[in-house]
């Protein structure tokens, strides 16, 4: 079993930061998945799911180009919680928020690799 539960999402005026957590538990994950790679995901109304960022097991990263320069993706091994540090948010960042552990390893994963995901954590921007 694998649970993901994010927090932290909320509601801020543009240019605000909000921290977001993903907290992640279950024997399978102990197990099997804990050297796999982790992301963040977002979703917009009405529009397609969006890879925000992701980290392997060895800290290396990766982001959309929309995110570059303020957002950082971190985890925190110990813990086994993914963060993902967002600052100067912009309105075009307003989507729900989702945490993922994929099946695999390295940075040059899709959204099919994907198979553990949290319920989400909505954030909202406003100018």
């Known amino acids: 079993q694998v649970q993901l539960v994010e927090s932290g999402g909320g509601s801020v005026q543009a240019g605000g930061s909000l921290r977001l957590s993903c907290a992640i538990s279950g024997r399978t994950y102990s197990r099997y998945l804990s050297a796999n790679s982790m992301a963040w995901f977002r979703q917009a109304p009405g529009k397609e799911r969006e890879g925000v960022s992701v980290?392997?097991?060895?800290?290396?990263?990766s982001y959309a180009d929309s995110v570059k320069g303020r957002f950082t993706i971190s985890k925190d091994n110990a813990k086994n919680t993914l963060y993902l540090q967002m600052n100067s948010l912009e309105p075009g960042d307003t989507a729900t928020y989702s945490c993922a552990v994929a099946y695999v390893m390295g940075l040059t994963v899709e959204p099919v690799d994907f198979g553990y995901w949290g319920q989400g954590t909505q954030v909202t921007v406003s100018s």
């Open positions: 980290i392997t097991s060895d800290g290396r990263t």
